[in-house]
C-alpha cells in the first residue's frame, strides 16, 4: 500500500486496535461538535446523557439513533453544528411533497470526501494517465460531485458526462480513451447494449479496464455478467448523501466486500426490529456514525439499508471491516434508474387529482436494459372522453417526473380494476429480473 501521503496511507493500514483508538478519539471530539447543533443538545437533554457518558466505543449503544425523520423535521439547518458562512455545499433528496432532507459539508468535509474517494479509486488501481468517465447524474446525485472530486484530487482525467445520452457517451468513451468509467448497474447493461447496435465491441475498440458500479442492489451475479460483456472489473461501491455520498465502502482488488473505512464511520449492524446489535456476520440493518465531518456529524445514523458484516480478514491486508453486497431495505424505498423513490411521494401526486380514486398499483419492470415504472390509478368515475383522458394522463405524468425525477408510464384505469387484497394494500410489485 504506497499510496501517496494525500490519501493518507497511515489510517488505510491501521490494525484493528488502532483504528478503534483512532475511532475512540474522533468520537469524543464529534460528540463535542454534535453538541453544538440544538438538534443534538436537546436529543441529549431528552435522554438524560452527556458526551461525558460516553467513554468507549462500548458505550455507543447508549447514544440515541438519529433517523431520515429527524432530518425531515429539522429540515433545513436545524443539525448544522458550524455556522452558516462555514458551509460550502449543500446536498438535498429530491422531492416535492412533504419535506426533503439536506446535508450540509464544510471546506474541510468536502475535502475529506473528495481523499476517501479517491482513496477506493487508488485501491482498484487508477492512476494519472486513467480517464475516468462519470455517468451519475451530477447536481443534487452526490454520485456526480463526489466521484468528480475524488477523481480529480487523485489526477485521473475525468470526464463529467452525467447522465443519459448513450451514444454520447459512447462516443467519448472511444475518442478520449476512456478506462474506467462510474455507472449503475443496470446503466452499464444499456451501455453495452447500445455499444452492440453501434458495433462496437467493448474489448477492441475501447480501452475500458475498469467499472465503478453501485448506487443500487445488484447480485454477484449480474457483476460477472457485466464484467464479461464490457471486459472489465467491476468494483461495488457503497455511499449515501447524508453518510457525504460514495466513498463509504468500496472493494478492493479482492472483490470479496467492501472496505467501509473505519476511520470515518464507526459502523454497526442492528437487528431492524429490536434495534439490538447483530453479531458479525448476520443480516441485520447498517447504521453508522461520522467520526471525520465538521458541518453535520450523525450520531447512530439508521441507513435503513440491509447487509451484514462479513467476519474474517481480507486477503489484501487491510483490517477496516468488509460489508457484503446489500440485500435490500428496512423500509418501502425503491431505487430506480440510481434515483431513490418513496410510495408516498407518488400517492401524494395521484391524491391532488380530484379525477382520480383511492387504488394505485405501482409496477417496476424491465425491458433491454431499461428500467421502467407503471403507475395504474383508478378514475373516481367512467369517462370516455379520450382526449379529457389523454390530457389528463399527461399532466399526472408531468407531474410524477417534477416529483421523483423518472418518467412513469400512467395508466388510467376503470374503478374497481386494481385487486384490493384483504388487509394492507399492496401498491408496489418490483418484477425487475436480471437481464444481462
Ligand atoms: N445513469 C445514466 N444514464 C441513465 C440512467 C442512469 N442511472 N438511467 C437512465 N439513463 C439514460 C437512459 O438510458 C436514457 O438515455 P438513452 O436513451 O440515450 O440510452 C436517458 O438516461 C434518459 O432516460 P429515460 O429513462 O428516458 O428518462 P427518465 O426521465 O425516466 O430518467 C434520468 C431521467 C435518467 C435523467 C434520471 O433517472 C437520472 O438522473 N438518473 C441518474 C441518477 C443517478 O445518477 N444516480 C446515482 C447516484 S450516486
Ligand atoms: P443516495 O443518498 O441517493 O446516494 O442513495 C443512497 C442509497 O443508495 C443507499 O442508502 C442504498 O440504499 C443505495 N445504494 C448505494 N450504493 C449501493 C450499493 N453499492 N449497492 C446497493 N445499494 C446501494
Ligand atoms: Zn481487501
Not at 146 to 167: D, H, I, S
Not at 260 to 288: A, H, M, Q, R
Not at 348 to 375: H, K, S
Request: with cysteine; aromatic share 8%.
Amino acid at each position: 500500500m504506497e499510496n501517496p501521503s494525500f490519501l493518507h496511507p497511515q489510517y488505510e493500514s491501521l490494525s484493528r486496535a488502532e483504528i478503534e483508538a483512532l475511532q475512540t478519539e474522533r468520537l469524543q471530539k464529534t460528540l463535542q461538535q454534535c453538541m453544538k447543533s440544538p438538534f443534538y443538545r436537546k436529543r441529549f437533554e431528552e435522554n438524560h446523557i452527556s458526551p461525558r457518558d460516553i467513554r468507549s466505543l462500548g458505550d455507543m449503544s447508549k447514544i440515541p439513533f438519529t433517523t431520515k425523520q429527524d432530518l425531515r423535521d429539522n429540515y433545513p439547518f436545524g443539525l448544522s453544528t458550524v455556522p452558516l458562512s462555514e458551509v460550502v455545499r449543500l446536498h438535498s433528496s429530491s422531492g416535492t411533497t412533504g419535506k426533503p432532507t439536506v446535508i450540509l459539508h464544510t471546506k474541510r468535509d468536502i475535502e475529506q470526501w473528495a481523499d476517501a474517494v479517491a482513496r477506493c479509486l487508488y485501491m482498484v488501481g487508477l492512476r494519472p494517465g486513467d480517464v475516468f468517465q462519470n455517468t451519475s447524474g451530477y447536481g443534487m446525485f452526490t454520485g456526480g460531485l463526489g466521484f468528480q472530486y475524488g477523481a480529480e484530487r487523485l489526477g485521473l482525467l475525468t470526464v463529467p458526462a452525467a447522465a443519459g445520452n448513450t451514444k454520447r457517451q459512447i462516443k467519448f468513451i472511444t475518442d478520449f480513451g476512456t478506462t474506467a468509467i462510474h455507472a449503475i448497474p443496470s446503466y452499464a447493461g444499456r451501455l453495452y447494449e447500445v455499444m452492440s447496435e453501434m458495433g462496437i465491441d467493448p474489448r477492441r475498440d475501447t480501452r475500458l479496464k475498469t467499472l465503478v458500479i453501485g448506487a443500487e442492489p445488484h447480485s454477484e451475479e449480474q457483476r460477472r455478467r457485466i464484467e464479461t460483456m464490457l471486459g472489465v472489473k467491476a468494483y461495488n461501491s457503497f455511499g449515501m448523501s447524508e453518510m457525504c455520498g460514495p466513498g463509504v465502502a468500496f472493494e478492493c482488488p479482492e472483490q470479496n466486500g467492501m472496505h467501509i473505512w473505519e476511520d470515518y464511520y464507526i459502523v454497526e449492524i442492528v437487528d431492524p426490529v429490536t434495534l439490538e446489535p447483530v453479531p458479525d456476520g448476520e443480516v441485520g440493518e447498517l447504521v453508522l456514525t461520522t467520526v471525520n465531518r465538521e458541518a453535520m456529524p450523525l450520531l447512530r445514523y439508521r441507513t435503513r439499508d440491509l447487509t451484514r458484516i462479513l467476519p474474517g480478514d481480507c486477503p489484501c491486508g487491510r483490517h477496516h471491516k468488509r460489508l457484503d453486497r446489500m440485500k435490500g431495505r428496512s423500509d418501502d424505498m425503491m431505487i430506480l434508474k440510481g434515483v431513490n423513490i418513496f410510495p408516498i411521494q407518488i400517492e401524494t401526486i395521484l391524491m391532488q387529482f380530484p379525477e382520480l380514486g383511492n387504488e394505485y398499483l405501482i409496477t417496476l419492470t424491465n425491458e433491454d436494459a431499461n428500467d421502467l415504472m407503471t403507475v395504474e390509478v383508478e378514475l373516481k368515475e367512467f369517462s370516455d372522453d379520450y382526449p379529457k383522458l389523454q390530457a389528463l394522463t399527461k399532466e399526472i405524468t408531468r407531474q410524477l417526473k417534477d416529483e421523483i425525477l423518472v418518467t412513469p408510464q400512467v395508466r388510467l384505469v376503470p374503478k374497481g380494476s386494481i385487486p384490493v387484497t384483504d388487509g394492507k394494500a399492496v401498491r408496489v410489485r418490483d418484477l425487475r429480473k436480471t437481464l444481462i
